[in-house]
């Protein structure tokens, strides 16, 4: 059934007018953002096959070219789809440098949501002033993480450029679990001690998984290293 077959006051865009946004299923939402389906399926029954597949996480972290490969989903959609995630994952960056780092926490509340589904590592350095707030952040590296990639130097350019105080590195894990390997420890050393060097320090290494995340400070504090 076309969406134009339906009664008005079960089509989307007129409920939305109607009654707002908040009575809208997840797969009408969707169906607003597509606008067209295709003569085999209808806009709804497209947003709701991709909501089956993926699930609302995982289509938000899904690449340009994994979308335009569904049925019904062209380049034009697609990029709809990942400027619209996009957009929102901005969102509490933009509010990220009111906030004072005081623990691990701080930083997993921030970055979890954004990392956790990835499917390449990221390496991501986050630059604190004196007031542990935020500057900045800045993606080292995407890919493979060794410790022949990340080099001190691309993490401490950034701190120097922005005169920051301290830096707090992470990354993902795509198989979703936090645990680090031994080159993770490799790095997390390399960097501390770059850091004394410099007088920048390390204030923290944390691996992101799925739904945990793993802190190199907090595992020193309980292991008493």
């Known amino acids: 059934m076309k969406i134009t ?5 079960n089509r989307p865009r007129e409920r939305l007018e109607q009654e707002g946004p908040q009575v809208l299923s997840t797969a009408e939402l969707l169906a607003i953002i597509l606008k067209s389906g295709t003569k085999k399926e209808n806009v709804l029954e497209i947003a709701q096959k991709l909501l089956s597949k993926y699930g609302l996480e ?8 994994e979308l335009c490969a569904e049925y019904g989903i062209g380049k034009a959609k697609a990029s709809q789809l990942v400027a619209l995630f996009e957009l929102y994952q901005r969102i509490p960056q933009q509010r990220k440098e009111a906030i004072a780092v005081r623990r691990a926490a701080d930083i997993a ?4 949501p954004k990392m956790k589904h990835l499917q390449k590592e990221q390496f991501i350095a986050v630059y604190l ?7 900045s952040d800045q993606t080292i590296t995407v890919g493979i993480l060794n410790a022949s990639v990340i080099h001190p130097r691309e993490v401490f350019h950034g701190a120097i450029k922005q005169l920051a105080h ?4 992470l990354h993902n894990h795509p198989s979703g679990d936090p645990a680090p390997s031994e080159e993770d420890m ?6 501390s001690q770059t850091g004394e060097i410099m007088g920048i320090q390390l204030v923290d290494h944390i691996i992101i998984g799925h739904d945990r995340w793993w802190s190199w400070q907090e595992h020193k504090q309980k292991h008493n290293f």
Do not use: H
């Open 58 to 65: 995982k289509l938000s972290s899904c690449s340009l070219q």
């Open 186 to 191: 490799e790095v997390t050393k390399r960097l």
């Open 5 to 9: 077959d339906m009664s008005a006051e």
């Open 109 to 112: 509340a921030l970055y979890l």
């Open 129 to 135: 002033d004196v007031k542990n707030k935020i500057i």
């Open 166 to 169: 301290s830096v707090i590195v």
